[in-house]
């Protein structure tokens, strides 16, 4: 624990003058005659001083108060038989610590007390820290959810591994809603404290990954910023070691994938029937069976839940003929390769294909298209040949397009549709 102004006195033997503020910890001595030695303060510190050229008090005193010194120790038994009246009253009215220093206690006794609880205080910090940063390298064999839990405990405070976005991935305790701050921080090398409500929270960027955000019921002190840093580095590096056995599970797939156009089955490939996805390149990664393949993300899946060019149905040893098939359909710009004009002329079953082709046509649709198909598309030959008005056909023509939800000037449709009309017959 610091050493307090108030610990001080007792050890050393101070008499006190003006009370409050004592339990305010002592951070250095320095003794000084100078009238206005505030240049020279960096706050935290006991002024020493047998008063030979004070000055007026109330002026002193506020100037020692506004340069964060703790406290004033006047000298006694030299230049002043006792602690001047008016320097008491000025130290009141400013509530500012006062206590006196009798001419048997040298200046030099407090410079050495505040010196060996300082260095008490450095020692105890160093092992503190020490102890800290062993325990979390353990954690971090472990995971970076020990890691996180480890850190929670040694700060006494919550503690959350964010994602980039600022999701938590691991927490220990409850913080704030951190996505507005991870969007401001950015990726890189940054880091942010604030205090929210009572709580002091302070959050670092941890590479491109993620974040560690931290919220104590005090702000952190040196060794506690020195333990949160250690457990930085130590999720840096783990999300960085994760970072590489990602590349290296992408490797694995792109090799599985290989295989399977190669007609050779692998385990982790779905259980057929299931389609042949294609995705563009830095897609965000999709469930279940993925690989990256020539410039494209490829998925196997019997579904997918985001925008992709699907195969028609394969099985484990038909996917070079499903990444064929994707591919068409992601050229003629269609969700599927069914959509593609003229593919049920390479289905496997043409007859199954030709009646779910027509199944939207009736008996009188069918004929009608039949001898239009067989006319070539020409309107006059096929109305004399079925006995209507050209605009008869016309309609019924305009009425095929509505049920197949497909346009009848796509050559590669034409095709599909007269197989279709005599797979059949």
Known sequence: ?????????????????????LDRPVAWVHSTELADPTPFLEGGELLLTTGIALGPYRPYVRRLAGAGAVGLGFGTGLSHTRVPAGLVDAARDEGFPLVEVPREVP???????????????????????????????????????????????????????????????????DLPDLRGEAERLGPGPAGAAWQAGERHVAMQ??????????????????????????????????????????????????????????????????????????????????????AEHDGHVVVLARELDRPAHASSPVTATEVARGYREALRARDEHVASFEDVPGSGLLATDI????????????????????????????????????????????NRMRRVEELLGRSLDSPGLRAELWFALHAGR
């Open 205 to 290: 960027a941890l590479g491109r990954r993620g974040y560690l955000a931290v919220s104590t019921a005090e702000p952190l002190d040196t060794a506690d910023r020195n333990i949160v840093n250690t457990a930085a580095s130590l999720l840096t590096l783990a999300l960085a070691k994760s970072d590489a056995v990602d590349v290296v599970r992408g490797e694995l797939r792109t090799a599985q994938f290989r295989l399977l156009l190669a007609g050779v089955p692998v385990a982790d490939a779905p259980e057929g029937p299931f389609r042949v996805f294609v995705l563009p390149k830095g897609t965000e990664e999709p469930p279940g069976f993925w």
């Open 351 to 394: 007859a199954l294909h030709a009646a779910t082709l027509l199944a939207p046509l009736d008996a009188s649709l069918r004929a009608s298209l039949r001898v239009w198909l067989g006319c070539h598309g020409q309107w006059d030959p096929a109305a004399a040949k079925l006995g209507v008005h050209r605009h008869t056909i016309r």
């Open 1 to 21: 624990m610091p050493l307090t102004l108030a610990g001080l006195a007792r050890e050393v033997g101070l008499p006190v003058h003006v009370d409050p503020g």
């Open 107 to 173: 200046f030099i006794a407090i410079t050495k007390a505040v010196s060996r609880a300082v260095a008490v205080d450095e020692y105890a910090a160093l092992t503190r820290t020490s102890h800290a940063q062993r325990a979390l390298t353990r954690a971090a064999l472990t995971s970076t959810d020990a890691v996180v839990s480890r850190l929670a405990r040694l700060v006494d405070g919550a503690v959350a591994l964010l994602a980039a976005s600022g999701e938590p991935v691991h927490s220990s305790g």
